[in-house]
């Protein structure tokens, strides 16, 4: 990955995680999560303070040291145990039916085979279990996709293969998720082409 990779880009990331803009969405997505939980592509832990009271254990799925690093405070202050469990999402190192719900937050853009990652949440997770997700993806309008097309070389190349095109609501459903709730809208003050987020909740 080089410096850029391994040192500069997760800390642009954590403050970028970190915004007050996001933080509302971050309180929806972690609503209702209970029990076991398996956190997909965990980051420096901006989801941490939203964690409800009925989580018991948190598996963490990160592959970055630094970001892990960076994760130390809100660590620290979890009021649940919180535990690093894995370094890939598309080989995850849980036994089937292991979790009761799953989390991924701005990760499947990254992840190099988002279905097999998917695949892998639906084997870990117990029949029934939820995903509850918040992801940005191809937009509606043609304008805006023109753009995000054009864009997606650059993008991938400075936020460590970030797409700009993967369909979110697709993805899920051809991973053999049922879709329960998803909310799909342009996020203010963000640039259209990585600002069109979809948030819900599916099914296993």
């Known amino acids: 990955m080089g410096l850029y990779g391994e040192h500069v880009l997760p800390r642009l990331m954590a403050r970028a995680m970190d915004l007050e803009e996001i933080a509302p969405l ?19 832990g901006a989801n941490v303070p939203y964690y409800p009271a009925g989580v018991t254990d948190v598996c963490a799925v990160e592959p970055s040291d630094t970001a892990w690093r960076l994760a130390g405070a809100k660590l620290d202050a979890a009021a649940v145990p919180i535990r690093r469990g894995g370094l890939d999402g598309q080989r995850l190192d849980a036994e089937d039916a292991s979790f009761d719900h799953a989390v991924s937050s701005l990760t499947l853009c990254t992840i190099p085979d988002a279905a097999a990652a998917l695949a892998e949440l639906r084997r870990v997770l117990e029949p029934g279990g939820r995903l509850h997700f918040l992801e940005h993806g191809l937009a509606p309008d043609d304008r805006v996709r023109r753009w995000q ?14 797409h700009l095109t993967r369909e979110v609501r697709p993805l899920l459903e051809s991973a053999g998720f049922r879709l329960l709730s998803a909310d799909s809208f342009y996020q203010p003050r963000f640039p259209k082409a990585s600002g069109y987020l979809t948030l819900g909740v599916a099914a296993a």
């Not at 398996?38 to 420096?44: A, K, P, T, V």
């Open 26 to 44: 971050r309180r929806r997505l972690c609503s209702g999560l209970s029990g076991r939980v398996i956190e997909l592509g965990f980051g420096s």
């Open 149 to 162: 097309r054009r864009l997606e070389p650059l993008q991938r190349t400075l936020a460590g293969g970030c």
